[in-house]
């Protein structure tokens, strides 16, 4: 009898990538999609009424607070998502013997740095949204041996909103475009990371703890928009300009490049070059 995996956030950007993979190819596991209407983070008693019905190995994190910009005024909603909705399933995850990952960011990182970051590194948010996802990594210890944590960054794909998709949208009205070029970090492929979450569950390993997972290479935005106009033969005006040039409610980071030494070593991954697994988005586009 197969085991079930229930997928919070199943409907969002890397919940439909995981959707696809283990759709796709023969798993050992029965993978439960819920969006947000089928479990309300908030409610504690369906959150258990969930975990009784499927009483699943693994439940894999992807639901998060991330609009940026708008958790600077929204610090409540973010808190409740990221933190204390994240420490309650973290709860229930023990009382259930199910193992947690979770989906984390660079954001926990102050982007001062100027070195690839690893998972000893120290965290210093620089925004409501980072200090909100790193008090929510921090709870799931307190309450929970057996999890993993995985920190990304700058997360794309052909589904949901992200900046590859805007970028592509943009182009289509407008025959210039700005964009920011002091920002340094790793765009994410979502397909790469739902296969490498996919990975660790059917590895059989406890080798629980915090890991850091992007694709390899360095880019700055300007450089992510340069290759995804060049990938997509888009012939357009692309300019670099610094952070300044566009004001926002919350700061980012300057360089937010994660060091993925851990989980290459941990489960003998290889990880794609950025360009690489770009280039297959936009052919899969």
Known sequence: MKRNIIITGGHGQLGQCLQEITGSTEQPYQYVFLSSADLDLSAPDQMQSLFEKYQPAFCVNCAAYTAVDQAEEDEGQAFEINEHAVERLAKTCTAYQTTLIHISTDFVFDGASGIPLTENSITNPINVYGLSKLKGEQAIPRVLDQYYILRTSWLYSEKA?????????????????????????????????????????????????????????????????????????????????????????????????????????????????????????INRM
């Open 161 to 281: 909103n992200n900046f590859c998709k805007t970028m592509l949208k943009l182009a289509q009205i407008k025959d210039h475009l700005q964009v920011i070029s002091d920002q340094v970090g790793t765009p994410t492929y979502a397909m790469d990371l739902a296969q490498t979450i996919t990975l660790i569950i059917n590895s059989n390993q406890n080798a629980y703890g915090i890991y850091h997972y992007s694709n390899e290479g360095v880019a700055s935005w300007y450089d992510f928009a340069k290759a995804i106009f060049e990938f997509a033969e888009i012939d357009i005006e692309v300019l670099p300009v610094n952070s300044n040039a566009f004001v926002t409610k919350a700061r980012r980071p300057h360089y937010s490049v994660l060091d993925k030494s851990k989980i290459k070593n941990t489960f003998n991954i290889s990880i794609p070059y950025w360009k690489e697994s770009l280039n297959r988005c």
